[in-house]
């Protein structure tokens, strides 16, 4: 869903930010790369983080049926793919924060996030910001965005742009982010070809104008596969 082409991360230092109960740190570990997942989620012992994880898998689940015709088959053949799908993700998800939840997992919510400037060259962040703008103030989007940009060297990338009540429809706050932000960074909507939610096809990203490319070419969005992202 952030067109990461994994040529370009080697020498990356990358944050998924309200990561959840997302395999991408797994697997990127496994691979090799550096990578830190924040979330509210992380914190308690590996037993309780499985009793949570599992109860939210079941509630996503429940939330999802009869929705079929809400959502674009492609990524996912089916209901039941897609299900199974998570369900893999959350387990995996589970089995590497057992492992290692005083290393790779933080305990962070946004709009403050506890790393230093500039801790990271790429941020990532999906399924928060203009998804829920119905329950998020467009405060919480800006503060959000400028911590995060705030904790990365060259780039942030938040997926997807559309507003969870918008019928497939950009979020109204995107507009003005776009307006607030545009003085003093470099931003730009790319097409991904990840897509679940109708409309849900493209990120927002966001560049520093003096970034440093030298330790980290962030200069492409061919797509290389990867699990949980």
């Not at 290393?103 to 990532?124: A, G, M, Q, T, W």
């Not at 742009?161 to 730009?188: A, F, R, V």
């Amino acid at each position: 869903m952030f067109n990461l082409n994994l040529n370009n991360l080697k020498n990356c230092r990358i944050l998924d930010c309200n990561a959840g109960a997302s395999s991408f740190t797994t697997h990127m570990h496994k691979r090799g790369y550096d990578v830190t997942a924040a979330d509210m989620l992380y914190g308690p012992n590996p037993e309780d983080i499985e009793k949570i994880t599992s109860h939210d898998f079941k509630t996503l689940m429940d939330a999802h049926k009869g929705l079929e015709d809400k959502v674009e088959w492609g990524f996912f053949k089916d209901l039941a793919e897609m299900m199974a799908y998570r369900e893999k993700c959350y387990k995996e998800f589970y089995q590497d924060y057992k492992n290692s939840f005083n290393h790779r997992y933080v305990p962070e919510k946004l709009p403050d996030i506890n790393f230093p400037d500039k801790s990271f060259h790429l941020v990532l962040s999906s399924h928060l910001l203009f998804l829920y703008d119905d329950r998020l103030d467009y405060e919480f989007h800006l503060d959000s965005i400028r911590e995060m940009l705030r904790v990365s060297r060259d780039e942030v990338r938040i997926y997807p742009i559309i507003s969870i009540n918008g019928k497939g429809k950009h979020s109204t706050y995107l507009k003005q982010i776009i307006e607030d932000l545009s003085p003093d960074y470099y931003l730009d909507i790319q097409p991904v070809k990840y897509q679940f939610r109708r409309g849900a096809n493209e990120m927002l990203c966001i560049k520093k104008i003096n970034r440093n490319r030298d330790s980290c070419g962030l200069v492409t969005y061919d797509a290389i596969k990867v699990e949980g992202k």
